[in-house]
């Protein structure tokens, strides 16, 4: 059984405050990592070739970093709903005990 159990809920909220913050950068890096063009000044003439599979896989790296990006600022707010959750049940909890008579 766990012992001295403890929840702070300023820390959850911060916690939440740098989730959000790293979903935006993360963001930045999708949008910067989809504006690759992979033009003739990548490969030059002869090597367009390879600027197709190049530009594809870019694009699909792009998508996956996006979705890491809305994944992690979904995770900030359920930290910080998680947050309020403690300090609501925790109130109740004490407007409950606050009842009991001896």
Do not use: W
């Not at 000044?41 to 790296?61: I, K, N, P, W």
């Amino acid at each position: 059984m766990t012992q001295h159990f403890a929840v702070r809920p300023a820390d959850l909220r911060s916690h939440s405050d740098y989730l959000s913050d790293l979903a935006e950068k993360v963001s930045a890096a999708a949008d910067k990592a989809n504006g690759v063009s992979f033009g003739v000044d990548s490969f030059g003439l002869v090597g367009q070739m390879f600027a197709f599979q190049a530009r594809e896989t870019s694009q699909q790296g792009a998508e996956q970093i996006r979705t890491f990006s809305q994944r992690t600022g979904v995770l900030g707010e359920n930290v910080r709903a998680c947050a309020a959750d403690y300090e609501s049940d925790d109130q109740r909890n004490a407007d409950n005990i606050g009842k009991i008579e001896v």
